[in-house]
């Protein structure tokens, strides 16, 4: 069962695919790194909006674990960009009350970059105004596995009880543990799919796709969103609360 069970007023956690950066760039004859580049930039007004929208966290899906099928200059390309959004963007979060988290398997991972991660992580840890987390090799599927393995062998080292494991007990091995589930998904660019995107936390999220480009979407459009929602009744399989 859901924490937050009842009528929601605001999007407290809003996770975000965001689509469209290559048909964004493709539309203005630029290579695709020009649209990831731009797609950067509004992370950060996004992120710089929440607090007066009342989300405190945000979810944000930068690098899928299918992204690696993507020309290696497209991939280099998108690390490399992490790894200067970190290090430009680092005093800017402290400063902003940013408390910045990092979901996804690191053992693909190039060393500097994960380093970097940590860092901005430790860096950012005492800040509570907003929670973003930048999903990065990050497949829904493939954290179910990886929370099994590691449940796996916490019953092979006779840590966990197999016969009490339940939802919460899976819910706990996920990378977003200490997160709440998700109330809002958005995707931009006009796809309708879920592309292994929080498959488990987003079982009662709602969901807004929008046609919008990604680099094109604004703190407008974002806000008009949260709003909507702020309007909708959840009722996570139950009756209405009257
Ligand atoms: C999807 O658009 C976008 C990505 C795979 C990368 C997302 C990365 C960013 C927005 C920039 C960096 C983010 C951070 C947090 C620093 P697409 O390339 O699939 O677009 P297309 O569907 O039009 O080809």
């Given at each position: 069962?859901?924490?937050?069970?009842?009528?929601?007023?605001?999007?407290?956690?809003?996770?975000?695919?965001?689509?469209?950066?290559g048909r964004?760039a493709k539309s203005?004859?630029?290579?695709?790194?020009?649209?990831?580049?731009?797609?950067?930039?509004?992370?950060?007004?996004?992120?710089?909006?929440?607090?007066?929208?009342?989300?405190?966290?945000?979810?944000?899906?930068?690098?899928?674990?299918?992204?690696?099928?993507?020309?290696?200059?497209?991939?280099?390309?998108?690390?490399?960009?992490?790894?200067?959004?970190?290090?430009?963007?680092?005093?800017?979060?402290?400063?902003?009350?940013?408390?910045?988290?990092?979901?996804?398997?690191?053992?693909?991972?190039?060393?500097?970059?994960?380093?970097?991660?940590?860092?901005?992580?430790?860096?950012?840890?005492?800040?509570?105004?907003?929670?973003?987390?930048?999903?990065?090799?990050?497949?829904?599927?493939?954290?179910?596995?990886?929370?099994?393995?590691?449940?796996?062998?916490?019953?092979?080292?006779?840590?966990?009880?197999?016969?009490?494991?339940?939802?919460?007990?899976?819910?706990?091995?996920?990378?977003?543990?200490?997160?709440?589930?998700?109330?809002?998904?958005?995707?931009?660019?006009?796809?309708?799919?879920?592309?292994?995107?929080?498959?488990?936390?987003?079982?009662?999220?709602?969901?807004?796709?929008?046609?919008?480009?990604?680099?094109?979407?604004?703190?407008?459009?974002?806000?008009?969103?949260?709003?909507?929602?702020?309007?909708?009744?959840?009722?996570?399989?139950?009756?209405?609360?009257?």
């Amino acid at each position: 069962m859901p924490k937050n069970k009842g009528i929601i007023g605001a999007a407290e956690h809003v996770a975000i695919i965001m689509d469209g950066n290559g048909r964004w760039a493709k539309s203005r004859g630029k290579p695709r790194l020009y649209g990831h580049r731009a797609g950067a930039k509004r992370v950060r007004d996004i992120v710089e909006a929440c607090p007066q929208l009342g989300v405190k966290y945000l979810t944000v899906f930068a690098f899928s674990t299918e992204n690696w099928k993507r020309t290696q200059t497209e991939v280099a390309g998108l690390m490399k960009l992490f790894k200067k959004y970190i290090l430009s963007e680092a005093k800017r979060l402290v400063d902003a009350g940013v408390r910045v988290r990092f979901i996804g398997d690191r053992l693909r991972l190039e060393p500097r970059l994960v380093q970097l991660m940590d860092e901005l992580e430790k860096m950012t840890s005492k800040n509570t105004l907003v929670n973003l987390t930048v999903a990065i090799n990050y497949g829904g599927r493939d954290e179910v596995a990886r929370a099994s393995r590691r449940m796996a062998q916490d019953v092979a080292k006779g840590k966990l009880n197999p016969d009490k494991v339940n939802e919460q007990t899976l819910a706990r091995y996920l990378d977003t543990y200490v997160l709440p589930d998700p109330d809002l998904v958005i995707r931009t660019s006009g796809e309708a799919r879920i592309s292994n995107f929080l498959l488990w936390q987003s079982a009662y999220a709602e969901y807004e796709f929008v046609k919008t480009l990604w680099p094109d979407f604004t703190v407008r459009d974002f806000q008009e969103i949260v709003s909507i929602f702020g309007s909708r009744k959840r009722r996570f399989g139950g009756l209405l609360a009257s």
